[in-house]
């Protein structure tokens, strides 16, 4: 589907129809993709949702998260 490696990835949870729905964000050189993962019924399981998401996506990208909101 994508040619170039995707250098990171950032989960969202954000409210909508009443549930909370988790999307993921992957940022390549070129462009930037979103995708919507999933709705739950509530946030705690939605973050907890994103959590695991953000932590598979990013194992083996070049510029894995710091733990602290910013790259590197």
Do not use: H
Not at 20 to 26: K, N, P, Q, T
Not at 52 to 66: E, F, S, T, V, W
């Amino acid at each position: 589907m994508f040619k170039d490696r995707a250098l990171i990835a950032e989960t969202f949870v954000e409210e909508k129809d009443g549930q909370w729905s988790v999307f993921i964000e992957v940022l390549f050189k070129d462009e930037t993709v979103r995708y919507e993962v999933g709705r739950y019924f509530t946030k705690k399981k939605a973050e907890l949702v994103a959590g695991y998401i953000k932590r598979c996506a990013n194992r083996d990208l070049p510029y894995p998260n710091d733990g602290l909101g910013g790259c590197c």
